[in-house]
């Protein structure tokens, strides 16, 4: 099986740029999540599909990228493990 092409920009992300890391893991402000995104370069009118390792950071972004309003936004459950078996 090969690896279908990507079409599509990348932005790369950590979880903790979204949660407040230091204090009690909530969502950082709306305030600045949507400066993180507008640093990114990010179109939240798009599709969007997150992906991790595992899914586990993907979901942290899906609920940050809705909770700022984006329409339409998938998590890639096979993520990085799946991708990589693709050659």
């Known amino acids: 099986i090969r690896r279908p092409p990507?079409?599509?920009?990348l932005y790369s992300s950590a979880a903790s740029d979204v949660y407040k890391r230091q204090t009690d893991y909530t969502l950082k402000s709306n305030?600045?999540?949507m400066n993180k995104?507008?640093?990114?370069g990010i179109d939240l009118t798009k599709h969007l599909i997150t992906s991790c390792g595992s899914g586990?950071?993907?979901s942290i972004l899906y609920v940050a990228l809705k909770g700022l309003g984006a329409e339409k936004v998938s998590v890639y459950d096979g993520s990085w493990c799946e991708w990589g078996k693709f050659n």
């Open 6 to 9: 990507r079409s599509t920009p």
């Open 31 to 33: 305030n600045l999540l």
């Open 37 to 40: 995104i507008e640093e990114l």
């Open 56 to 58: 586990v950071t993907a």
